[in-house]
């Protein structure tokens, strides 16, 4: 019964997206301020020619009427056979600048446009930052940019484009909306940690193996044998002992760094909504996940209720940053996340109190003044 309950709603929604695509105008309009003063000024000039039959008078309204009329049909023009293309950048983060690129293309064959506005459209909230473009020629295509901070993380769907232009006279302002699909993942923002925490776990993080291999410790000394660098004789050693000696260096290796990322509400937080607690813990986590890789590390992460993605060192950390963004509030009353992976590593909390007796290195997941 719900599954049939789901499926007829699904039907509804699809019916409504096609009729609102279908029956939505194909171009709107808007007078300006200065469209206004216009026609004002062109309905007195008409009472006033009608007034007094003053043939000048009716030649001045005939002229101003064909301004309106030329400016339909120019800026319609304008618009017709334009396209345009969206290039969003690999990463985008939260409260971080982005560029986002925008081409124009222009399809008419002899006609160029003039003076075109592109508003992107973004679903759940709308930016600020539009492109402008002055000219672009027959079968031409010009690219501009535009820069917008999302606020939160998670997935965004951009919608399409608002194409508007106020060419020739600015008396009106004409659009049309282009759809242009394109859907994200918003990674978390990245927050600043206090060098302790850094440091804290840098050192769980690396160790250094204690056999031979290749590394900068010297592991001990040993005799030459054949293929040896020349370089790594003893010679001091090797003249006491009669025989070359060689050094010989200790194997590194780079321990792969363990996060554990409590993502229940806190006690005090509503249950609808975003926690701050929680977010700065998610933003923390993120902030370490991408200072680590870049030092070519590897990351393992545990939230209550399972294991993320494990990043191998050298490797790309989108894979994670996206389980990330994309990680929703449990209950407290599930499983925490110690004990899923080796302790002695790093941890984050949503509560100070719930990291009581964990073995490892606790970063307290506080929001800092003026975040959310």
């Not at 081409?103 to 002899?110: E, V």
């Not at 993120?286 to 200072?291: E, N």
Request: proline share 7%; aromatic share 6%; net charge positive.
């Amino acid at each position: 019964m719900e599954a049939a309950v789901a499926h007829e709603r699904s039907g509804w929604r699809r019916l409504h997206r096609w009729l609102a695509v279908r029956l939505r105008p194909p171009r709107r309009l808007r007078v300006t301020r200065e469209g206004w003063i216009f026609i004002l000024v062109t309905f007195g000039v008409g009472a006033a020619a009608i007034n007094t039959g003053n043939n000048l008078l009716f030649l001045v309204l005939g002229l101003m009427l064909s301004l309106i009329v030329i400016s339909g049909i120019m800026s319609e023009s304008t618009l017709r056979a334009v396209e345009v293309t969206r290039y969003l950048p690999s990463r985008i983060f939260a409260g971080t600048p982005s560029l986002v690129e925008v081409t124009l293309h222009n399809r008419k064959a002899r006609l160029p446009s003039y003076s075109i506005e592109l508003e992107d459209r973004i679903r759940g909230w709308s930016t600020d930052k539009r492109c402008y473009f002055l000219k672009v020629g027959p079968r031409g295509k010009q690219t501009a940019a535009y820069k917008t901070v999302i606020p939160d993380r998670g997935p965004l769907r951009f919608l399409g484009y608002r194409v508007a232009t106020r060419f020739p006279f600015a008396l009106f302002e004409k659009w049309r909306e282009i759809d242009l699909l394109d859907e994200v993942v918003v990674f978390p923002r990245l927050v600043r940690i206090s060098p302790a925490s850094l440091a804290s776990t840098r050192r769980t993080g690396d160790r250094t193996r204690r056999r031979p291999g290749h590394g900068d410790e010297i592991h001990g000394l040993r005799e030459q044998r054949p293929g040896d660098d020349v370089r790594s004789i003893h010679w001091r050693t090797s003249a006491r002992r009669g025989q070359l000696m060689v050094r010989e260096h200790e194997e590194e290796e780079s321990e792969e760094l363990c996060i554990y990322l409590d993502n229940a509400r806190g006690p005090g937080s509503p249950e609808t909504g975003r926690d701050p607690v929680v977010e700065r813990a998610i933003a923390i986590a993120a902030t370490l996940v991408v200072a680590r890789t870049s030092q070519g590390l590897g990351v393992h992460l545990a939230v209550r209720g399972g294991v993320g993605p494990a990043v191998s060192p050298g490797t790309s950390p989108d894979a994670l940053l996206r389980f990330l963004a994309l990680l929703d509030y449990v209950p407290a009353e599930d499983p925490p996340p110690m004990g899923r992976l080796p302790p002695g590593r790093a941890v984050l909390v949503a509560d100070p109190r719930r990291a009581a007796g964990f073995d490892g290195a606790v970063i307290a997941a506080e929001p800092a003044e003026g975040e959310a």
